[in-house]
């Protein structure tokens, strides 16, 4: 059984441009509100910051879900050395602190992003704890209203009851009609809540929708990035076949023109 292939460390290059992009877009990110205009905001500008860091990584592909993983690794090791710097200080009194306690300006970053999000109360969100949110908010709803209808529906025919009956005794109607009569009407309180979750069931299906058409654009145009891919290395191959033919290694006839 072939184990999985491991994906390759990030380099300095990437994890720095991760943290500026993290930093120029935090009052996004790190946003308090969690609708569904704000959810779809969040991860467009995960995509903004995978393209970024991408663009100076051309022998492997970094998606968005592995750049959330590596930002909550960065907060957690910032945490740590940080709460450490603290611990140094307290000793020291403010003196000279230990070697391994110095800071880098990417690590200053780091904190001042900390800083920012832990007073606002706001973690690190992924798409699939706001599509839970989503999910979880059409619930509660349906929740709530059937409860609230179910006790509402039960007092409603109580007094329907009530006054049908008292009405009967006083016009001397048959009783089939004084039982019939309440009847009809938890019919027709019935039909509310099935509207109301068919609304809700549209709204979501609406979001849903949405949420395809943008991973449909997101998919084409990872697909036109992988043909440029192609066509450059299409294209080194090509000049690594002219180099070895040049120095007689191969023959003019195992050259592969570019296509």
Known sequence: M??????????????TILIEEVERRKDVLFSKHNS???????KGEWDHICSKVNSVNTSY?????ELKKKWSAICSEGKKKFAKIKREQRKTGGGLLPADCTTTPLE???????????TSGVGIDTLAQS??????????????LTESLSTDQSLEVSTATTTVT?????????????????????????QS??????????????????????ETERLAVEQKRLSIEQGRLQIEQEKHNIKLCQLGIISNATVTPIQ
């Open 2 to 15: 072939s184990r999985q292939k491991r994906n390759p460390n990030f380099t300095n290059a990437e994890i």
């Open 166 to 190: 008292a009405t009967c005794s006083e016009t001397s109607k048959p009783t089939s009609t004084c039982i019939n009569a309440p009847t009809r009407k938890r019919k027709q309180d019935l």
């Open 61 to 65: 592909i970094r998606s968005a879900e």
């Open 36 to 42: 569904t205009v704000t959810n779809q905001a969040k």
């Open 108 to 118: 200053e970053k780091i904190q001042s992003i900390l800083g920012e999000t832990s």
């Open 131 to 144: 599509e839970r949110d989503e999910s979880n908010e059409v619930e509660r709803k349906g929740g709530i």
């Open 193 to 214: 809540p099935s509207l109301e979750l068919v609304k809700i069931e549209k709204e979501r299906l609406e979001i849903e929708k949405k949420r395809m058409e943008l």
